[in-house]
């Protein structure tokens, strides 16, 4: 009996599959089957694959293979986010090329990706630093220009000295580099921006439509947008009456005549021109210099930080009160939120009230709580919404009455009005590095920055740079690369020198799958719009915010182009937990990898993939346990002896007539686990319970075969029950399921066979058949628990695919609902 030998089997059906083109689709075959766009987030080829990477794809492949065998047209692609820093480190230690670094790495990650038998359509593989690709991030630039969604300005930014780059916010993590963990300094450069910010207010519009995502990130990314409601206010410099106003945001208007006084951030432009010739000049510049001179560590962070500021010398004047107040510079106002300026209210700001005690400034609370049983807070702010008092005319209103008539007075007056400010800041998108899209632009003396015309495109990336890893961008050593005439007036001019953020190229990359060999467009509308939006996309939690913005950002972008007829890109979003050993992050300073690369030499693709999915639910961190992967392995090695020939003959249909109640109770069995399997992998994606009901059901079938099997009936019960454990298998462990699907005697292979289907009078649970029509006309039929809620009929119904080809696309106008009999979908034609 033996052991199967899963290197000879697997490296079989790898080859197989490779020469039959089993996962190749084809965009115009089949266009009445719906299709399901199956993604997974494309790695960086840092040159082997990690577990984590193997979880991902795993649960990735595990999907496409189910929803194919459920009747799906299912396109599964895979690529690589292929430019980078680690490839133009390596170049810089090791002498070699990037692009050859690149390619190298990309040659041996595809390899252990086919080991590991994903069912990828390699044919629409993609790699971003290929000029085929970039061309379009550099058309797609050349379009934000346009439209005025790229451009440039000067900007503090973040700095990393090791990495010699620019750091959008997103990739400071406590004030180091995200990288390689060095500090983070402030620098001001002239940077080219793209402006998410014109899209801040559909981001955030649009999270709760986003129903097919978790909670969790969604709140990430309301966090990280961070809308507010507010009141712009201006503010008579009292002392210079010609001055321009001081312009400051506030969500809480209704504290207004509790200003006590006025803080600039210590960048804000006005400073120098209020305290020139005051008393107090030298002592704000030497206080604005050091301040510019902190880190991001500090700015950032803010906690920490003691709150530390100077007098200006200069007054305001409050418009509603009139009343004189301070204007001060202080460490904890941020220029880049609001205005950069602030009325303080030290009566009900925490953050006033500590400043205002430091320099002993006055404190005046202006609201206090509603119920008057609830005592004012002695040694803090009271900060909450509450009633007013010592706000003259407006005493006794409560926060949100006061918030309005002190808008409606200010906006007749003209000095307030409402404003909506988000947290977003526009995309810092310039990299001084090598080894990213060339930015499609030019600088002539004349004509100032002038954009590449289209059909210069791609500006390729030039062969002769030097790389040291010191001083500024690597393309400015390249002559080659920087001459060029103006496009515009034909006169010398030198090229933009900036490479894009790598998430540039991540941020569209899905819809060039659809479409991955045109030539004359980043893709077609149409083929785009076969596939979109995405029906599954599953990666790292860690692109919560930057990736999955900036994605959603490019997808409403390309619909205000006419590109792409759609909102959001992502229908149903699963980010899987982290691998780790003996409870930590695999790393290598702790010594904890596990390879890939050994554990499928030591127990073959199939068992690696069998306990990524089975160690734990797909959201939840999974511990890498050896144990366990050699139980899944001896579970299979269980599976391959029951499929021995003596046991299982050929198919042969079940006699008609009596069955012993033993045969009975093991095709209810049978058929309990295709209901509860299906059930898993279609609503919730529980891969953990799934297999572990097929780990039930072979318990079955072994005690059923030790207690002997030999007649027709029994072997024929016999056989389904373990023809039925390879179908249900084959999207987890698919090489072995091939395998003892061949040996059980099938001639055609498992990629081509549909889901098995439960006979629910076998099944004998309590579960009904209910009808689903569109329009009144029958589409399909979906077996759920008796009493279900219409919610979950209806997202049954969807992952049918016959009815689910007549609701794309199309709006649901209304449902009919007859508990477990019938739900009739009316939808718009
Ligand atoms: C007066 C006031 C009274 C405020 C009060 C709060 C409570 P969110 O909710 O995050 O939008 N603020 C405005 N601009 C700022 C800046 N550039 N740096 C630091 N703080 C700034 O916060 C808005 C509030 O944060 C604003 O409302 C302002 O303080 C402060 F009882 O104005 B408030
Ligand atoms: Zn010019």
């Known amino acids: 009996m033996g052991e199967f030998d899963f290197t000879s089997i697997e490296s079989k059906w790898q080859r197989r599959w490779e020469q039959e083109r089993a996962f190749a689709v084809d965009n115009r075959t089949d266009p009445q089957r719906p299709s399901f766009y199956c993604l997974e987030m494309l790695p960086y080829p840092s040159g082997r694959l990690h577990m984590g990477h193997v979880r991902n794809y795993t649960i990735g492949d595990a999907v496409a293979r189910f929803k194919t065998a459920r009747g799906f047209k299912v396109l599964h692609p895979m690529g690589w986010d292929s430019f980078g820093l680690p490839a133009e ?54 379009k934000m220009f346009e439209r005025g969604l790229a451009y440039r300005a000067h900007r503090w930014v973040n700095w990393c000295s090791t990495c010699q780059t620019v750091l959008a916010n997103e990739q400071v993590e406590g004030g180091v580099c995200w990288r390689c963990s060095s500090v983070v300094s402030r620098k001001s450069l002239e940077q080219w921006f793209l402006r998410i910010t014109a899209y801040a207010e559909e981001l955030d519009a649009f999270l709760p439509k986003l129903t097919g995502w978790s909670d969790r990130v969604r709140q990430m990314q309301k966090n990280w947008i961070g809308r507010s409601e507010g009141a712009l206010v201006r503010f008579q410099i009292a002392d210079l009456p010609e001055a321009e106003p001081l312009e400051i945001f506030t969500t809480r208007l209704d504290t207004i005549y509790g200003a006590t006084f006025c803080v600039l951030a210590p960048e804000h ?228 020198t900036d490479t894009m953020d790598t998430f540039f190229d991540s941020s569209w990359y899905f819809y060039r799958y659809t479409d991955p060999g045109n030539d004359a467009a980043p893709f077609d509308s149409k083929a785009a719009g076969q596939w979109f939006p995405i029906d599954q996309y599953i990666g790292g939690i860690t692109h919560a915010i930057l990736h ?70 797909p959201e939840r961190d999974m511990d890498w346990n050896e144990q366990g992967v050699e139980g899944c392995h001896r579970f299979l090695e269980r599976v391959w002896r029951l499929s021995a020939p003596q046991f299982a003959t050929p198919d042969a249909p079940i006699p008609e007539g009596a069955l012993s109640p033993r045969e009975t109770g093991l095709r209810r069995k049978t058929h309990q686990t295709i209901l509860r399997v299906t059930e898993d992998l279609d609503r919730r994606m529980h891969f953990n319970t799934a297999i572990a009901a097929i780990m039930e059901l072979v318990n079955e079938l072994s005690a059923f075969q030790l207690a002997g099997a030999s007649a027709p009936a029994e072997l024929a019960c016999f056989r389904e029950g373990i023809g039925t454990v390879v179908r249900l298998l084959n999207p987890f462990a698919p090489h072995f399921a091939e395998e003892v699907w061949q040996r059980l005697g099938s001639q055609d292979p498992l990629v081509r066979q549909p889901w098995p289907q439960a006979d629910l009078g076998l099944a004998e649970e309590p579960r009904v058949e209910m009808v689903v029509q569109v329009n009144g006309k029958l589409r399909g039929k979906v077996i759920v628990e008796k009493g279900s809620a219409e919610a979950e009929v209806l997202e049954r119904a969807r992952n049918d695919p016959k009815v689910e080809a007549h609701l794309r696309g199309k709006s649901l106008l209304k449902t009919v609902f007859v508990p477990d009999r019938l739900l009739n979908l009316v939808v718009r034609e």
């Open 89 to 142: 480190n390596a170049a810089i230690k090791k002498g070699i090329h990037p692009r050859i670094w690149t390619e190298d790495n990309i040659s041996q990650m595809r390899e252990q990706l086919k080991q590991l038998g994903y069912s990828y359509d390699w044919s629409r593989e993609i790699a971003a630093h290929r000029p085929d690709y970039y061309r379009w991030n550099q058309w797609f630039f050349l």
């Open 548 to 617: 999955l913005i900036y994605c959603r950002f490019f997808t409403k972008v390309m619909r205000d182009m006419d590109l792409v007829g759609l909102d959001e890109p992502v229908t149903r979003l699963l980010n899987q937990g982290m691998v780790l050993k003996d409870g930590s992050a695999m790393s290598k300073s702790r010594g904890n990898v596990v390879e890939p690369d050994a554990m499928i030499r030591r127990y073959g693709a199939d068992t690696c993939r069998l306990f990524s999915l089975f160690a734990a639910p």
């Open 269 to 496: 432009p006005a400073v120098a021109r209020l305290c020139a010739g005051t008393p107090q000049e030298k002592q704000v510049d030497e206080f604005v210099s050091r301040m510019l001179r902190r880190d991001v560590v500090h700015q950032e962070a803010q906690l920490g930080e003691e709150k530390e500021g100077v007098f200006t010398g200069r007054h305001a004047q409050n418009p509603y009160t009139g009343k004189r107040i301070p204007i001060w510079v202080g460490n904890f106002v941020l220029m880049e939120y609001g205005t950069g300026a602030i009325m303080a209210v030290p009566g009900n700001d925490e953050r006033d009230r500590e400043f205002a005690q430091l320099y002993q400034l006055p404190v005046l609370p202006v609201v206090r709580p509603a119920d008057p049983s609830v005592a004012h807070p002695v040694d803090r702010a009271f900060t909450e919404p509450g009633v007013l008092l010592n706000s003259g005319p407006f005493d006794g209103m409560s926060s949100s009455e006061a918030f309005e008539a002190l808008i409606a007075q200010g906006e007749q007056q003209g000095f307030a009005r409402r404003m909506v400010q988000f947290r977003i800041r526009d995309w810092g998108v310039s990299r001084q590095r090598y080894w990213g899209t060339p930015i499609p632009m030019i600088h002539c003396a004349a004509c100032g920055v002038v954009p590449v015309p289209e059909r210069d495109l791609p500006v390729l990336l030039p062969e002769d740079v030097v790389l040291s890893g010191e001083g500024g961008s690597p393309l400015a050593s390249s002559p080659s690369f920087m001459q060029v005439s103006c496009p515009r007036c034909g006169s010398a001019a030198r090229r933009e």
